[in-house]
């Protein structure tokens, strides 16, 4: 490998050797994996115990104002769930159904919304910290292991692109 120099006025301003270049991409996608790993394994941390915690949550009866599968454009398909509920005096509008998450078909959407029909009373399960922090149902398992392991495959991807 021979150096390629840059000089200016017979000074040496800085040297560079070819090899340098290409190594710095596998870096780049390390250093991207290795964000994207810790961002996933916190999520998964974040969903775990968040799941945990709403078990313990107190409630209040609600109702569900929109419950509906938004499929006006087939890229963001998405259930739609909406409910009020007052904590405190002071009413609040919730989206979440649980802490778990739903397939991608039309039809594992609709079976998230399917206990929910649109102007049903419910009972809202609310953070006492955060009143604005609701789920409809506190027992249905988290999703967070796919996450976790999604997260560690990018760290271990982050890894082994920087030891080679």
């Known amino acids: 490998?021979?150096?390629?120099?840059s000089r200016q006025y017979g000074v040496t301003r800085y040297c560079v050797t070819s090899r340098a270049?290409?190594?710095?991409?596998?870096?780049?996608?390390?250093?991207?994996?290795?964000?994207?790993g810790a961002a996933l394994v916190w999520l998964s941390v974040w969903l775990k115990l968040r799941s945990q915690q709403c078990r313990q949550w107190p409630s209040v009866m609600g109702r569900v104002t929109e419950s509906r599968v938004d499929d006006a454009r087939l890229e963001t398909t998405k259930p739609i769930l909406r409910y009020h509920y007052e904590v405190g005096g002071q009413t609040y509008v919730g989206f979440r159904a649980s802490f778990s998450g739903y397939g991608v078909s039309r039809a594992a959407m609709e079976s998230?919304?399917?206990?929910?029909p649109q102007g049903s009373r419910v009972r809202v399960y609310y953070n006492p910290r955060h009143p604005a922090s609701a789920?409809?149902?506190?027992?249905?398992p988290s999703d967070w292991p796919y996450w976790l392991s999604f997260g560690v495959g990018f760290l271990v991807l982050a890894v082994y692109l920087a030891l080679r």
């Open 112 to 116: 998230v919304i399917k206990p929910y």
């Open 21 to 36: 270049g290409f190594a710095s991409v596998p870096m780049v996608f390390a250093a991207f994996s290795l964000l994207a």
């Open 135 to 140: 789920v409809l149902d506190n027992t249905a």
């Open 1 to 5: 490998m021979h150096p390629v120099c």
